[in-house]
């Protein structure tokens, strides 16, 4: 600070009034002029120097941070839609080979693994094309279409939610439950028709068409309390295992994903705060990509888990009496005829648990166990694809922008010699030719600069 000597005199010596005057008059010139010494002066520049390029690291920080962000947004919109035609496209010939065990009571290889379906899959591909998997998967999508605009229709006309979050009333719980029980009995005759198409051999049954499933379901739900054929049980009789069925499911599959959704999220801020960088923006903001798609993937493998067994049983039901040939998938090469007299859910069960044991509920889970495992592997070479491509694309755009516009050189100046009276030499200005040299080594001009007369 200005002064510092001046005050120790100060308080050193008894100063008079005047000296006191003066000292303080000098005080506040140099406080006004800003007399500090120079080092101070010096340091003070430094750290706004310093202050500045600290600001400016941490602008480009925040810039490469959004840059990062923007970048995973992008990556996981990329693998949720990767991920949803996995689920509903890719994942269907697994579908088919799942539903073909379940529903075949006579089996004598259950598929519990993955290992003793490939060569069936195999051997079906030599025999009956690549597409043979692929059966039904028009009628699949138009029902799960159809569901989705009965539940649309309904919500419209009713004051019943269609979507319900962790806020919800309990009120408003049970009006979505209800919902969903109207949504899946309708479309309960429809779905009968729909698990035909996909399990019947295509070697031993007609392909049906793109709308065959209305009209066979239509015809299932005309026949409400009788039945067509014999052993065919009335939709009555499997409205309610089938709404049971899909009402327990969703409302265990929402649970687990919830449940899932909140522990990645406790889990992703306690690392955030590990590495000591939280941002607050992600406090109160819905999880991201990243995090859905895991719970998703995780209430999906939960529920079909659990309610595998139920599954098993429901086909049962549903195929009883339809005179539906299937492929046997002991072998790969023959076709089997689904003959079958439960009465109910119950009797279903009990004939299972005494003819074919306890793993008689889990035949085909290997064909699960496959569609998870392609799906898993879609989802994440999906990932490292998209992220790939974003930082060679991120790179190249790095690399123009710090690439400098091509320069033309500087322009050739002539070096003025430093004769007097000649021009400096800068570009744009005059080159004069250089003056006649006398004998002695000098121009005549730099004679007279040198002894003028």
Request: hydrophobic share 35%; with cysteine; aromatic share 8%.
């Amino acid at each position: 600070m200005a002064g510092i000597d001046d005050y120790q005199m100060y308080l050193a010596h008894q100063l008079s009034q005047e000296q006191r005057e003066e000292w303080e008059k000098k005080l506040e010139q140099d406080r006004q002029q800003d007399r500090r010494p120079r080092n101070l002066r010096l340091q003070t520049q430094t750290s706004a120097s310093a202050r500045q390029q600290l600001l400016q690291e941490v602008a480009l920080a925040e810039a490469e941070l959004q840059d990062d962000l923007e970048v995973k947004r992008y990556v996981g919109i990329g693998v949720g839609w990767a991920s949803l035609i996995t689920e509903h496209l890719l994942s269907h010939p697994f579908v088919v080979l799942r539903r073909q065990c379940q529903v075949h009571s006579s089996s004598i290889r259950y598929h519990l693994v993955p290992l003793t379906l490939i060569p069936v899959i195999i051997r079906l591909h030599q025999r009956q094309g690549i597409t043979t998997l692929w059966k039904g998967i028009g009628s699949v999508l138009l029902i799960r279409g159809v569901n989705l605009a009965i539940e649309d229709v309904i919500s419209k006309f009713t004051p019943w939610p269609k979507e319900i979050t962790a806020n919800s009333s309990l009120r408003s719980l049970g009006q979505h439950i209800l919902l969903k029980c109207i949504s899946f009995a309708i479309v309960t005759p429809f779905y009968s028709a729909s698990l035909v198409e996909t399990v019947q051999s295509e070697i031993a049954s007609e392909r049906p068409g793109i709308f065959d499933v209305f009209k066979e379901g239509a015809c299932r739900l005309l026949s409400w309390g009788s039945p067509q054929n014999g052993r065919m049980l009335p939709v009555w009789a499997l409205v309610v295992p089938t709404v049971t069925y899909c009402v327990l499911k969703y409302l265990f599959g929402m649970v687990v994903q919830g449940a899932t959704s909140r522990i990645l999220q406790v889990t992703q801020k306690k690392e955030q705060r590990r590495r000591g960088a939280f941002p607050k923006d992600l406090i109160n903001q819905p999880p991201n990509q990243d995090i859905e798609l895991a719970s998703c993937l995780v209430r999906d493998i939960a529920s079909d888990l659990l309610f595998y067994p139920f599954e098993t049983i429901l086909h049962r039901l549903h195929l009883q009496g339809t005179r539906t040939i299937i492929d046997n998938l002991d072998s790969g090469y023959e076709v089997t005829p689904i003959l079958s007299s439960y009465l109910g859910a119950k009797d279903c069960l009990e004939t299972v648990q005494q003819e074919e044991g306890v793993a008689g509920l889990y035949k085909g889970f290997g064909a699960m166990l496959l569609q998870y495992a392609a799906h898993f592997a879609v989802v994440k070479i999906t990932k490292l694809v998209l992220t790939e491509l974003t930082v060679l694309l991120r790179s190249s755009k790095a690399k123009q922008d710090s690439v400098p516009p091509p320069s033309q050189g500087p322009p050739s100046v002539q070096i003025n010699r430093g004769y007097p009276g000649t021009p400096t030499g800068y570009p744009g200005t005059p080159q004069y030719a250089e003056p006649p040299r006398t004998p002695y080594g000098y121009s005549n001009d730099e004679v007279k600069y040198f002894y003028p007369e």
